[in-house]
């Protein structure tokens, strides 16, 4: 079966005979999308979808379709079936019109890709088309769940028939077209085509042992890399049962994600870092689960932090979870999805290395403690994939422990280095920085989030990391450090912004200083930097759809002034 599936619309024919499902989760209860269902459901949607397109398509050769739906079982058929149409899906963000920042994105993809068809709830409908009023992109709701068997000529559609409404029997060569979430910059394309998906699954399956028997058990957003490649893609190829958590019945109550991989018998999820800290910190009677089934626990997405899968492992060891399912791992939309993993028959590495030895670009185990640094590995890369290390100048390959620019390889990479054709030898320089050790992949961040102070290197997350847990009365993952533009002898070196916890919204003048003195002295005694900290309410710090801290808008505001006055606590350098 592997060698004849050459593209995803093969993989949904094959699964007229397979035995795995998507199981949507409602407060209503659970609703089921049986994989045997799906090529003659989403074949009658793709009728409907080609004939929606076919003006623009006609007109100006346009193939792709934003698909921006909030319900998860929605979305699955409306991408496949744009795929049986012979057109491109593009997963768009989901929340409301009314939200500023999903407003602008959902306009910024809109305007990039450039779709002939734009597929979004009922509900925003009209005021999504009011938003484009010269009409050239048309815009539709789904109109309600597309039965397998609907009424009129929809009705027992083949998926052949979509193409030729369409324009052909031509099969799209790209899979979907994958957006960053933009954590510093404008969300980018990158076109993921058949090859680079197919490469990804077989890869994937082999890492995280997945078969007909798994039960994946996931809440991260399905426009997402993460979301879609582990929720909707993976599950397919395995033939295994996929359980969906709404992302937004996972922020108002985290505990649902550990309650359902408990009623499900989950052997796999996927998260990253926050979630799993949540979890931990929110979960009222972890007892009351039964984890004992769940062998991959990937954390990936974000920096992975030795204290989240410490913490996590402790509150859950009453249910049964074994801290050696944790498989950090190291991916981006780029490789689409998945580059880096632990093996899964050893728990994660977490090394302590010299802080000192890595600033002069060398991985050396600590031998002070108050000179340490904690890593955790990213595993191994996945089966035919190369990781190299390579001097940020361009220069060549570095030895295992020297710290430098990754670059990865491989036949799931749809990037490769300008001048490179597909599967060269270069492959793509990712921008993060790290080393490897023991042939274990281990990160220091993003090089665009590092900066110098007094000629010192420091990475923006590990700062942020450590002021959220300078006072249990911020707000978790919502800060952002910057260098303070003139820094002096005597100023401040950094500039902090960070969110209060919804529930500390009416602290006093003293508890607000006394939240800055905790920030101030934490990073004197982490990193002997001082700070000028600035608190802010809830909510107030701009996000990305994946809920990373913007941090270079975060400074543009900063710099024009808009966390000062009534929106902010600031504390001067006579304060500390």
Excluded at 215 to 242: A, E, I
């Amino acid at each position: 079966m592997d060698d004849a599936i050459t593209h995803l619309n093969d993989l949904v024919e094959a699964r007229r005979h397979g035995t795995g499902r998507y199981v949507g989760l409602t407060p209503e209860g659970p609703r089921v999308l049986a994989f045997a269902d799906l090529a003659e459901l989403c074949g009658a949607l793709a009728v409907r979808l080609a004939r929606a397109a076919a003006p623009g398509r006609e007109a100006e050769g346009r193939r792709n379709v934003l698909i921006a739906l909030g319900d998860p079982l929605a979305f699955i058929q409306c991408f496949f079936a744009a795929s049986l149409a012979g057109l491109v899906p593009v997963p768009g963000p989901t929340r409301s019109l009314r939200h500023p920042g999903h407003r602008r994105r959902l306009l910024a993809i809109l305007a990039a890709s450039q779709p002939c068809l734009v597929v979004v709830d009922d509900a925003i409908v009209p005021e999504l088309r009011a938003l484009l009023p010269d009409g050239r992109t048309p815009v539709t709701g789904l109109g309600g769940p597309v039965e397998p068997r609907g009424a009129g000529a929809s009705a027992g559609a083949h998926p052949g028939d979509a193409t030729d409404a369409g324009g052909g029997r031509r099969r799209a060569d790209v899979c979907y077209e994958q957006y960053t979430s933009g954590s510093t910059a404008q969300p980018r394309p990158i076109a993921i085509r058949q090859r680079h998906v197919l490469a990804q699954l077989r890869q994937a399956a082999e890492a995280f042992g997945e078969s007909r028997d798994s039960v994946s058990v996931n809440w991260t957003p399905l426009f997402h890399d993460m979301g879609l490649v582990t929720s909707v893609l993976r599950p397919l190829w395995s033939d295994c049962t996929s359980v969906l958590i709404e992302p937004r019945a996972f922020a108002m109550r985290p505990e649902c994600w550990p309650a359902a991989l408990s009623e499900w018998r989950a052997t796999h999820t996927s998260a990253p870092d926050f979630g799993y800290a949540l979890c931990a910190a929110r979960t009222a009677r972890p007892q009351a689960y039964d984890l004992r089934r769940l062998v991959v626990a990937r954390s990936a997405g974000e920096p992975v932090r030795a204290r989240t899968l410490a913490a996590f492992s402790a509150a859950f060891a009453p249910a049964g979870f074994d801290p050696a399912a944790f498989k950090p791992s190291y991916g981006l939309a780029e490789a689409t999805l998945t580059v880096t993993s632990c093996p899964l028959d050893a728990p994660p590495q977490v090394v302590e290395f010299s802080r000192g030895a890595l600033e002069r670009g060398r991985a050396e185990p600590a031998t002070d403690p108050r000179d340490a640094r904690v890593l955790v590995s990213c595993g191994l890369p996945v089966p035919g994939t190369t990781v190299t290390v390579r001097r940020e100048s361009g220069g060549g390959r570095l030895r295992e422990g020297e710290v430098g620019e990754v670059w990865i390889a491989g036949p799931q990479v749809a990037v490769v280095a300008e001048g490179e054709g597909e599967g060269g030898r270069a492959g793509f320089g990712t921008g993060d920085l790290g080393f490897l050790w023991e042939g274990e992949l281990f990160l220091l961040g993003r090089g665009r989030d590092r900066f110098q102070v007094r000629g010192q290197n420091f990475y923006s997350h590990e700062i942020e990391d450590v002021v959220v847990a300078a006072d249990p009365r911020l707000r978790p993952g919502r800060a952002v450090v910057f260098p303070a533009e003139a820094s002096g002898a005597r100023g401040p070196a950094l500039v902090v912004v960070a969110e209060l916890r919804r529930d500390t919204a009416l602290l006093t003048d003293g508890q607000e200083r006394s939240v800055v003195a905790a920030i101030v002295t934490a990073l004197s005694r982490e990193f002997e930097l001082s700070a000028a900290p600035v608190l802010v309410p809830a909510g107030t710090l701009p996000l990305t759809t994946s809920g990373k801290v913007r941090r270079g808008d975060c400074r543009r505001r900063y710099a024009a002034g808009e966390f000062t006055g009534g929106e902010a606590v600031a504390a001067g350098a006579e304060d500390h």
